[in-house]
């Protein structure tokens, strides 16, 4: 389902900016020094890694992408056989898939690299729980930390199944007749592994002087952030109606199929159920519930779902289910996709555009539209908060370390060659006091030089020339 979006360069928002980011790393730019997000930066070396494999970048990190999702399929299958048959297996890897692109997930967005490392590990897990001893308890449980926190610095949400899989080897550890005093021991090396990368990367900044940035970015700002609760209501109602069919392959199904779980090692599915259950109280517990944050229960979900799948009548519907509602929803997400964030040509029309209003050396500073426009210019920056949610809507006003106001003055003082934004504000909530300063200077010291429709927006990119008369500014919204 991949290959008719392949090369499309505005996916989701996130993905641009990721791709942003691991290109400027390798222009020596710091992630939260010279470009800030809370995102671990083990997310930034990914793509700065699949930023030296060559190519455009669009293409490449797609390709990675797919590679990944594949991946995944098959270690889901793998752990899938401990309690299903192989076609139950094979259709929850192909489900994985469907799922993932119905949450918007079908391109790189940050779980879709993440996930192999966690069913890694979790497949790992499952064969510590099926083992009938604890040989090598010490040493697998040092690989699965390990592995568990290579994914942390992809995303740190993993700290939730991460954590449960350290009290699940305790929990084996204690099966086993270990004393208290070796379970101490374990589970300070097991968590000193997990925690190692991060370290890493904390030790690294720091040597640099930039301790206090990297702690503000990747522990702090999270606090600060506000989300409208009844928006993220409203999205978890969808998700949870969106895996409907795997709650009937969860909780349903073994009620209805007779001996559906004949045969199958107890402690696998005790394992399977726990892994899901932590992964699923990891997404419920921060209460933002983006659709893109359900690609991490995936894993679990699929495996758990895996025994009602590929059954004969009369149970068959379950899996007609399951492939049919998710390529459904994996199709209609792709087409609103291209249909709401625009065309490639309308995307490549409005770099064309900055690039001549920027001139040779300009910078540019988007306040409204697409990471991908700095990537696809290569643009230099006027401020270290280029995703433009950050300076243009309230969510992040308190997370961002500064002063959203004072930054967005400072930001325009810098006076870029180039400005982008819209007429209509698309940040919600929007940060009104930042966008009446962008009006009054883009009235005061630039000229609108052309607007361009990508997907529902109609992007205006101002110029900035000081002392030039009677220049045309677009009616903008300013106020609710």
Excluded at 177 to 199: I, S
Excluded at 400 to 423: C, K, M, N, Q, Y
Aim: net charge positive; hydrophobic share 50%.
């Amino acid at each position: 389902m991949r290959l008719p979006i392949l090369g499309y360069p505005v996916i989701h928002i996130d993905e641009q900016f990721y791709l942003l980011v691991g290109d400027r790393m390798l222009q020596g730019q710091l992630p939260f020094v010279d470009i800030w997000d809370r995102k671990p930066l083990g997310l930034f070396a990914v793509f700065a890694g699949i930023r030296m494999l060559g190519g455009d970048g669009i293409v490449t990190y797609q390709l990675v992408a797919m590679g990944c999702t594949a991946l995944t399929s098959l270690l889901i299958y793998r752990a899938a056989r401990e309690i299903a048959s192989p076609l139950g297996a094979f259709w929850a890897g192909v489900a994985y898939q469907l799922a993932l692109a119905a949450v918007f997930c079908f391109g790189g967005q940050a779980p879709v690299y993440y996930n192999p490392l966690v069913a890694l590990a979790g497949l790992y897990m499952l064969r510590i729980y099926t083992a009938p001893d604890a040989g090598a308890l010490l040493r697998r449980g040092a690989v699965i930390m390990l592995i568990t926190g290579i994914a942390m610095q992809i995303k740190y949400t993993v700290v939730f199944e991460g954590g449960a899989f350290g009290l699940a080897l305790l929990a084996r550890g204690h099966a086993h007749g270990w004393h208290r005093g070796r379970m101490a021991l374990a589970g300070l090396l097991w968590a000193g592994l997990a925690l190692l990368p991060t370290a890493a990367a904390l030790g690294w900044y720091a040597a640099m002087g930039h301790a206090d940035a990297f702690v503000q970015a990747n522990f702090l700002s999270i606090f600060g952030r506000h989300e409208a609760l009844g928006g993220s209501l409203w999205r978890l109602t969808k998700e949870v109606a969106l895996l409907t069919p795997v709650w009937c392959a969860v909780f349903l199904a073994p009620r209805r199929i007779p001996g559906l779980f004949t045969g199958v090692n107890p402690q696998a599915l005790l394992f399977l159920r726990y892994w899901a259950g932590a992964a699923v109280v990891g997404f419920l517990i921060f209460g933002t519930w983006y659709d893109h944050y359900v690609a991490p229960l995936l894993v679990p979900l699929m495996i758990c779902a895996a025994p009602a799948l590929g059954q004969a009548a009369p149970w068959r519907w379950y899996t007609r289910l399951m492939i049919g509602l998710g390529a459904i929803a994996a199709g209609m997400v792709m087409q609103f996709n291209v249909r709401h964030h625009g065309t490639a040509q309308q995307v490549y029309k409005a770099a064309a555009l900055i690039d001549q209003a920027r001139g040779e050396n300009g910078c540019v500073y988007i306040n409204e539209g697409d990471p991908i426009l700095y990537y696809l210019t290569n643009a230099c920056f006027v401020t270290p908060y280029i995703f433009p949610n950050h300076l243009n809507g309230m969510v992040d006003e308190e997370a961002l370390g500064v002063d959203a106001a004072g930054e967005f003055a400072r930001t325009l003082a810098r006076h870029p060659s180039v400005v982008i934004t819209s007429a209509v504000p698309s940040a919600l909530p929007v940060n009104w006091k930042t966008r009446a300063m962008l009006f009054q200077h883009m009235k005061r010291d630039y000229q609108l030089v052309g607007s361009v429709n990508v997907g529902w927006r109609n992007l205006l990119v101002y110029r900035y020339q000081q002392a030039a008369p009677n220049k045309p500014v677009l009616p903008m919204v300013t106020r609710p």
